[in-house]
């Protein structure tokens, strides 16, 4: 490619900065990492997050049958089974797992779900920040 | 460069293949019907069972199941209204709607469809109560290739 057309050409600089702009924005809007969405839990907790607090809230059941640990297993560093199905669940903890926690609208959609059938509400930002901080603990 | 590398043009193909639903992977089989899978709906139903075909149940099943997704089977499977419209649209188009899925099964179970029963009736009560297979709704406890969408007699392996 000649670059020169780039220097000669202010509406081709142009479109090019934009086309750069826009690709940064949309991967910024989709993508997050598991530190970020801790973050931002964090920020809505107001308070540092407690790993052990976490790991407690994910093995303990809260009223119902199923705890975390039902599906996911007491330490979700390998494939866990669906209580009900059988269906094999992918590892949870992030680093066994470089999909996890890296969308924060499946990220969300999932602590709705799993935290109905667990705890029989949406969880809170606080216990959110628990259980993730938790989960970043746990490498290879 | 090796024939068994592939090539960026395999993977886009491959991609768009996968991204249309005629990905040879996500194939639904039923009553000798077999229909492509929409990617959605591979994504947010077989993320927790094996992908069911539509085509084993009435629109009628299909429609109280997703109106009622929040208490689906005992768990929350609730969707986004634009994820829940699309996903309801496609199991209803492809409903079952022979003579032999006219009938709504009990609980809008699959498992409970008078084809079901017929094609498992030599499955013993012992069989059905392993911990390897626990439910009937765990296809691929015994359809070693259910998560393809293939549910030929000859790829049956029931555990011990």
Known sequence: MNCSAFKRSPLLRATAATMLA?????SAAQAATPTELLGGYTALAGSAPVPARGQEFFTKTH??????SSCHGAVPIQTGKHASTGKPIAALAPAF????F?????????FRRNCNDVVGRECTPSEKADLLSWLITLKP | MSRTTPTLLHRVLIGLLASTGLAHSAMAEGNGRTIPLLPLYQQECAACHVAYSPTLMPAASWTHIMNN??????TDASLDPATLKEISGWVNAHAGTYKRVSEMPPQDRITRTVWFERKHREVSAATWKL?????????AACHTQADKGDFNEHNIRIPR
């Open chain 1, 102 to 110: 890296t969308d924060k609208a499946k990220t969300e959609k999932w």
């Open chain 2, 131 to 139: 911990p390897a297979v626990k439910s009937a709704a765990n296809c």
């Open chain 1, 97 to 100: 797992n470089a999909e996890r």
């Open chain 1, 63 to 68: 009223g119902k049958e199923w705890s975390c």
């Open chain 2, 69 to 74: 997704l929040p208490t689906h089977f005992g």
């Open chain 1, 22 to 26: 826009c690709a940064t924005l949309l």
